[in-house]
C-alpha cells in the first residue's frame, strides 16, 4: 500500500518502522521541523526524521500543512492512505481528502476517552486502571473520528509515563499494520464519554503536599520522564522520580518524618509519600541512599515551595 506518514516523536517513529518492515510503499515522511537543543542549540532531528533518514525515506518538514504547493505534491503522490501518529499539527480538510481510504490516525487512549495532546499522562494522573490504543479515522475535529480498531492495555501500579509509552508504542505500530491489512469497519464515538487530555504544563509538576500521597505517586509517575514532579526543600530544588504511598502517616503536609537510606517520607494531605530517588537541580538522578549522603535533609524538616 502507498503511504503517506506523518508524525514526530518516537511514539511516531515505532509506528513508521513498523509500516516499512511491514512491506508498505512510504512514499513520503512528514515530521516537524528541527528544533534547536542542548547548551549549543544545534537543530535536533525528530525520532521520526532519525528513522525515516535511516529507512532511506524521502522526508518533508513543513511549518504547516496549510500550503497550497504541500497540497499539491502530496495529491501527485496518489497514497492510499495518510497515517497520522502524533504529528503535533492539525491536518487540514484538503489533506484529509486526497488518500483514497483517507486518513488513519493512531491515538494512545481508548477514545472516546483523553482525546487530545497527553493521553498517556493523564490516564496515569486519573487513576485509570488501563488504557490502550485506538485507530481512528480521521475527520475535521480533534480525535473524533470513527474507530477502525481498539485494543486494552493495563496500567500497572509502577508504571511511569515512560514505560506505558513504550507498551503503547509497540501496540500502535501492530495495530495500524493490522488496520492496513483487515480493513475494518469503522464505528462512530460516543461523544457522551469524552474526555480531554489537556498538554502537560510544567507547573503542574510542582508538588502541592496537601493533596494525597496516591495522587502524588500518580503525579511522580505521570511526569517522569518530562517534566519530573518537583519541589524544594528548604534552599534544594529537586526532582522526584520515583516515590511510594506510605499509610498511616498523619504529620503535618511537607514535613519530613523519616530520613535514611530507605527512604524519605514526607507527610501528605493523607498518608505519607516514600521518595525513593530524587535529583538535585543540575545534578544526577540518585537513589535515596546516595542522595541522602552528605543531605541536610532530616526528620523534621520541610518540603515545599
Known sequence: MNIVFAGTPDFAA????????AGHTVRLVLTQPDRPAGRGL???FSAVKRTALERGLAIMQPPTLKDRDLVDTIFALQPDVLVVAAYGL???QALLDIPQLGAINIHASLLPRWRGAAPIQRAILAGDAATGITIMQMDAGLDTG???LQETVTIDADDTAQTLHDKLALLGGRLIVESLSRRPVAHPQDAAGATYAHK???REARINWTES???LARKVRAF????????????TDVKIWRARVEPGITDQPGMVCEADAAGIVVACGRGGLRLLEL???????LPVSAFITGSDVTRGAFFGD
Open 14 to 21: 515505532t509506528a513508521l518502522d513498523a509500516l516499512w518492515h
Open 224 to 235: 517522569n520522564p518530562f517534566p519530573g514532579a518537583a519541589s524544594a526543600v528548604g534552599a
Open 42 to 44: 544545534r537543530p535536533r
Open 279 to 285: 535529583q538535585r537541580a543540575g545534578g544526577k538522578r
Open 90 to 92: 492539525m491536518v487540514p
Open 213 to 215: 500521597a496516591a495522587e
Open 200 to 202: 502537560i504544563d510544567k
Open 146 to 148: 470513527a474507530i477502525l
